[in-house]
């Protein structure tokens, strides 16, 4: 399978960046998969979302993904987020505990981490 580069990035950071096989978001209009040579496309990221990215060592970078845009273009892959945390800086202890929250929008910020995380909420 033919490699892509790719730029997961959040408005303070860089988090992720290199070549990868394959990339899956959830959009505004559902989840796409890119893969090396696909059509340019630009997509809105939904709030709470997960971007999952396989390397092509097999390894799996995933994110929890709060708004922002992927852009696709025959260099590669964009992933531009608001706020992103990669799965293994999320501290899921926490992310339990904001999970019962009285503010509804940081309880959705926590189901995603923890998702993002391979946790139940």
């Known amino acids: 399978m033919a490699n892509m580069s790719v730029q997961l990035v959040a408005v303070e950071r860089r988090l992720w960046s290199g070549e990868a096989t394959s990339v899956v ?6 989840e796409i998969g890119i893969l090396s040579g696909h059509e340019p496309v630009l997509g809105q990221l939904v709030e709470g979302g997960v971007v999952r990215i396989t390397t092509p060592e097999k390894e799996t970078v995933t994110a929890a993904v709060h708004g922002g845009f992927l852009s696709v273009t025959g260099d ?17 202890s926490q992310a339990k505990a904001d999970v019962e929250s ?14 993002a995380a391979g946790q139940s909420a």
């Open 76 to 92: 590669g892959v964009s992933v531009l987020a608001e706020e992103a945390e990669l799965s293994t800086e999320i501290d899921v």
């Open 102 to 115: 009285e503010d509804e929008q940081e309880r959705a910020r926590a189901r995603t981490r923890l998702r």
């Open 25 to 30: 978001a959830q959009t505004t209009e559902g």
